[in-house]
């Protein structure tokens, strides 16, 4: 690796002393991408081909001998299977939940920020930090020091207004994490959004308000398009983190009480169950889902990307 | 971006004083439960675990000898030493990886660049599950389990994409006149990336370090997978207080706290690069 990545330095000044023909020309200038395209090859695409074709056999690891090729049994199961359906189901209502309730709550936090107030850096860097705790410690955190029925913070709060003391988790165990979850990623979609309301032309918004434009008509019509952009992109970088959830649902729930998605019931199937068929056909599936998400997501960021290069 | 420098005097009208207080009440709601988190990690077990809550009780650093293994329990230091090691050189990989990469897309373009941005970002939108089978099988046959190498290499995997992407754009922002002038006036291409790149480079090649290592230190699927007692990482040390019975409240704080105070740190010193890095340097 290190061979490839000291050429650049000979190719660059090689056209200077002695041209090379084109082809060898073409090859120096992309040597330097080439280790990093390779390692990426063969850290990802090859285990997801590998994922392709287990799912195909029905394969058990405790009776590795017993195995053999089944087609798609394992997809009809994976389709079929009641609780495997709705860990599909939980996996979208959880995506789109947390998504949309942390956009929200983000564009709020941003509106208040980007006016100016006594304070301001410090409030910002209160709203930032839940976004900064370690995963598996925010959701002990919820799932101990805030759940907890019995002397848990939120029930100790509801004490002093002589509220009923729930046990959280218990009760709505999907609400649960998925309040833990907004409290993580709000912040960061406030930043998002935040960094494009300090983009937006002052100029414009001044002689509107000259032309006696109201808050609301100023925010509907000269914020609220300007933002869409940061809006899409906050949406589809949550959309990408969120499916692939995976600590909050392990550490709160462990998939019980009907919160398991989709990246936890494949983990569960091949960790705990030794399916190794079923477990990668739901991990196909999982590829499917996000593949859905992500040509959508990119045609965003190209769109992004293509201003940014037309600037 | 930064909010220190950004929006002119916004008259403070009618309601902008109130609007100032509801921001202030956000920003406490929303911080209340590491606060709380932090006060009972200072707390005894038995002043931790009450309701209402106390708040006035004495401050001790049980929590933490509790969780630095004082009574016996495991120890933290070789999981906070697997994490660090794990962070640290895969994030030195990607460096290495990315650098020459986002070099090849930028300052000197390569054809069709924008299809190779786009590889990059479309394995990180392959779900890490979608792979976690077969590396299983292939570290259990090469005998890899349990080994802080194998999570270093897929580490490094993991923020490529990110740091190619957001290497691209910083470097895109070395101006190419001044690259070519040098290059007229002889200098050397070592020379050219210490004095030109490497000036207006060097704060994203920071921000982009800080953000591989921040997803290292807080990865828990492949590290709870495919490792075990030797490897394990810090969060999966953090795991084996899932099931504890609020009995060890300020020890799961302090743990908590511990772990988190890496992360915490370096996110609370680069705010606006961490979004900028985030968003992958669509947001300016």
Partial sequence: ?311 | MSSTTATPARRTGRGGRSLGLVAWLAGIVFFLPIAWMVLTSFHSEADAATNPPSFAAPLTLDGYREFFGAAGGASPWPALINSTVASLASTLFVLVLALPAAYALSIRPVKKWTDVLFFFLSTKMLPAVAGLLPLYLFAKNAGMLDNIWLLVVLYTSMNLPIAVWMMQSFLAEVPVAVIEAARVDGAPLPVILARVVAPIALPGIAATSLICFIFSWNELLFARVLTGVVAETAPVFLTGFITSQGLFLAKVCAASLVVSLPVLAAGFAAQDKLVQGLSLGAVK
Avoid: C
């Fill in chain 1, 1 to 311: 690796m290190t061979a490839t990545t000291t050429a650049p330095p000979a190719a660059a000044s090689a056209p200077a002393l002695r041209r090379p023909p084109a082809r060898l020309r073409a090859w120096a200038t992309r040597a330097p991408l080439l280790p990093a395209l390779v390692f990426m090859i063969v850290v990802t695409q090859l285990p997801f081909v590998a994922t392709l074709v287990i799912s195909f056999f029905d394969w058990n690891a405790l009776y590795p001998k017993a195995r053999r090729f089944t087609w798609f049994d394992n997809y009809q199961q994976v389709l079929t299977d009641a609780d495997l359906r709705h860990s599909v189901w939980v996996t979208v209502l959880l995506t789109a939940s947390v998504v949309i309730a942390s956009l929200v709550l983000g564009l709020a936090l941003a509106l208040l920020l980007d006016r100016k107030f006594k304070g301001r850096g410090v409030v910002r860097t209160l709203l930032i930090a839940p976004f900064l705790v370690v995963p598996v410690a925010a959701a002990l955190l919820w799932k101990h020091v805030l759940y907890n029925p019995e002397y848990g913070l939120l029930n100790g709060l509801l004490h002093y207004v002589g509220g009923p003391q729930p046990d959280w988790v218990s009760n709505t165990p999907l609400l649960a994490v998925e309040a833990s979850l907004v409290w993580q990623w709000t912040p960061f979609m406030m930043l998002i959004l935040l960094a494009g309301l300090q983009s937006r032309d002052q100029q414009q918004i001044e002689a509107a308000r000259v032309d006696g434009a109201s808050d609301w008509q100023i925010f509907r019509h000269l914020t609220l398009p300007h933002l869409r952009r940061y809006l899409e992109l906050g949406a589809l970088l949550g959309s990408i983190y969120i499916v692939q959830n995976f600590d909050a649902v392990f550490t709160l729930t462990s998939g019980g009480l009907g919160t398991a998605n989709l990246p936890y019931t494949v983990y569960q199937s091949f960790y705990q169950a030794h399916e190794n068929g079923l477990a990668s056909a739901a991990g196909v599936l999982v590829v499917i889902g996000s593949i859905i998400i992500a040509t959508f997501a990119l045609r965003v960021v190209s769109s992004l990307f293509r201003e940014e290069v037309s600037r």
